[in-house]
């Protein structure tokens, strides 16, 4: 089985100064929040949108005595992730306690897992464009219990607490600084996302805040990275700034250049850069210091006492790993090689896993590059016109592949194929039942298109003589006979015909 | 270690409880005396010992992921000094 196809890094983007060029150096960590019914250590409800304040236990309103017992799929659902991002799964691994004061954490600390995490180091493949690609190293991936939400917005002079969120499992994916540019990272988040939603350990709904973004960021003289990688010593890279909580990616685009170019302006001017975390303004468009998080900075981690380690056994862990389905490199790796697909196609092609699968329903036992264009550039086109995404799609695999079927055998036309199709699409039904119902199928009997060639030639006297003196204008003929027969006329046929009649 | 009084007016910051300037020298004090009395572990050899995480021959319990608690709103908020349409409601905090 082929991991990955073949490819090269691409170059890091650069930043022209003032005074001179820079480059960027991007380190991530991810919170996706685990596909659980119910929250890492209590048995409340994970559903978004509840009433404030009723997915709560006790356990997650701290409540005295109150113990935490967790949520074993939510750490099978981290093992998984740990495997689909090829990364070393710790059999043995413990929990924290990360100590800060903040209305929406009310046990006053975030249980997670700062000295022993459950997964290890591993790499993400991040696909640039086809034979182009950046490996980004996973250092570590961890549990933790996600905070409250806090609404500032609804009284001038209170916050407003619900504790739905509190609790519920995240998954802190921690990245090396192996992200090159704006693109880079947004392009990572993405791939993060559809190896998180193949898995189906995370539904990766950034808009609901189950996939979350903190962004390191920092910027070094064109060699730095270089001698930073053979080394492995950060001393080599600049001071980094932390830009938090980003859930859109064009927000994390737009506040990573614009964070680069306040630390290029700030160094060019003498300066230096202070690490410290910064939060982004999406209205004014630039990143400004959060100074309250700072000084909680000092979160004094301790080892969980209410918890035991977390023991898991080899043979669980190998049958999780049994049980992946096939990830987005490999099934990329396979339309190409078994289908024939470009690259580029394939990738369009398994972006959504929902969209692999319906691709493939309707390419088996069909021609994969025909059914490759009908997906992409018919039924895609189509759906986004309405909005629609895929599994809102009114046609279904297996009626998409009876009208591929019915153009493979040449009963209909590609030209009748999308008329048959936009049918299908409206108003549903078997298209093979349909082309016969409605007279749709494809004239191939010689004899038919004789006549009809035959008919048009008589009725144009003045045109054959002028397509005998110039051959060109045969086309001219073909385009009158598939009018003649709604284009339901085989036009190689058509073609053949038209040329011997006129004798050309 | 040794904690002076700056440490120890940031450790009662961090813990959000107050402490009068006059009567942090003997907080740093008592700090110092208990410190010293845990570090008398530091003198026992635990070379080639395995750290005890717990007193009890036990493995972490797991539960199943099945919805079994919430749903009393009301009972979450009982307690609180000031909840209104179903939150809590805290003086200000925003960045």
């Not at chain 1, 109150?66 to 689909?84: F, H, K, S």
């Not at chain 1, 973004?213 to 492995?232: H, L």
Request: hydrophobic share 40%; net charge negative; glycine share 8%.
């Amino acid at each position: 089985m082929l991991d990955h196809l073949a490819f090269e890094s691409p170059k890091p983007a650069r930043i022209a100064g003032a005074k001179e060029d820079w480059e960027l150096v991007i380190g991530m960590e991810v919170h996706a929040q685990v596909s659980s019914n119910a929250k890492l250590f209590s048995g409340a409800s994970t559903r978004f949108g509840a009433e404030p304040n009723s997915n709560v236990a006790f356990v997650d309103a701290a409540m005295p005595g109150m113990l935490p017992v967790i949520n074993d799929y939510c750490v099978e659902q981290a093992v998984r992730t740990g495997l689909g991002l090829r990364a070393e799964i710790n059999l043995w691994s413990a929990f924290d306690r990360k100590n800060y004061f903040y209305p929406d954490l009310p046990q006053g600390y975030q249980i997670s897992q700062l000295y022993h995490p459950i997964v290890g180091e591993g790499e993400v493949i991040v696909d640039m464009g086809p034979g182009v690609a950046r490996r980004v190293r996973i250092e570590r991936i961890h549990l933790e219990q996600d905070a409250g939400k806090s609404i500032h917005d609804m009284d001038p002079a209170m916050s407003f607490v619900d504790l739905n969120r509190t609790g519920v499992a995240l998954m802190e994916i921690v990245s090396r600084p192996d992200i090159r540019g704006p693109e880079e990272a947004a392009a990572y988040v993405q791939k993060l996302r559809q190896i998180l939603r193949y898995l189906g350990t995370c539904d990766g709904n950034m808009q609901e805040g189950s996939l979350r973004a903190d962004v390191n960021v920092s910027v070094c003289r064109p060699g730095a990275y270089e001698r930073y990688m053979e080394t492995q010593d950060f001393s080599h890279l600049g001071t980094r700034c932390e830009i938090k909580n980003m859930n859109s990616l064009r927000f994390i685009q737009a506040a990573i250049d614009h964070e680069a170019r306040r630390q290029i302006a700030l160094l060019e001017d003498g300066g230096a850069v202070v690490q410290e975390t910064r939060l982004y303004d999406p209205d004014k468009g630039e990143t400004r210091s959060m100074r309250s998080k700072e000084e909680a900075h000092d979160y004094r981690y301790f080892p969980c006492p209410d918890l035991l380690p977390l023991e898991i056994e080899q043979d669980w862990v190998d049958a999780i790993k049994a049980g992946l389905p096939e990830l987005p490199d490999e099934k990329k790796a396979r339309f190409v090689k078994d289908f024939g697909l470009s690259e580029y196609d394939a990738g369009v092609l398994t972006a959504d896993v929902e969209a692999a699968h319906y691709f493939e329903r309707v390419a088996e036992g069909r021609d994969g590059k025909l059914a490759a264009n009908w997906v992409i550039n018919e039924l895609f086109g189509r759906l986004k016109k309405e909005g629609h995404d895929i599994t809102e799609s009114p046609v279904d695999p297996d009626q998409l592949g009876g009208i591929i079927a019915l153009i493979q055998n040449g009963e209909i036309s590609g030209k009748i194929a999308k008329d048959l199709f936009e049918i299908v699409f409206t108003e549903g039904g078997d298209p093979a039942v349909i082309v016969v119902e409605r007279g749709m199928k494809q004239v191939t009997d010689t004899g038919a298109i004789e006549a009809a060639v035959d008919e048009v030639i008589a009725a144009n006297p003045a045109q054959v003589e002028k397509a005998k003196a110039n051959p060109k204008l045969a086309g001219w003929f073909v385009g009158q006979v598939m009018k003649a027969t709604g284009g339901k006329a085989n036009p190689k046929a058509v073609n053949e015909i038209v040329a011997k009649k006129l004798g050309l | 270690m040794s904690i002076d009084i700056e440490t120890a007016r940031k450790v009662a910051h961090l813990a959000r409880i107050r402490v009068e300037e006059d009567r942090l020298p003997a907080l740093a004090a008592e700090f110092n005396d208990i410190l010293g009395f845990i570090e008398q572990l530091n003198e026992v050899n635990v070379d080639d010992i395995e750290p005890m995480t717990s007193v009890t021959p036990m493995r972490l319990k797991r539960r199943e992921d099945v919805v079994t608690d919430g749903g009393y709103p009301e009972k979450v908020l009982s307690n609180a000094p000031d909840a209104r349409v179903g939150f809590f409601a805290v003086p200000k905090v925003v960045e």
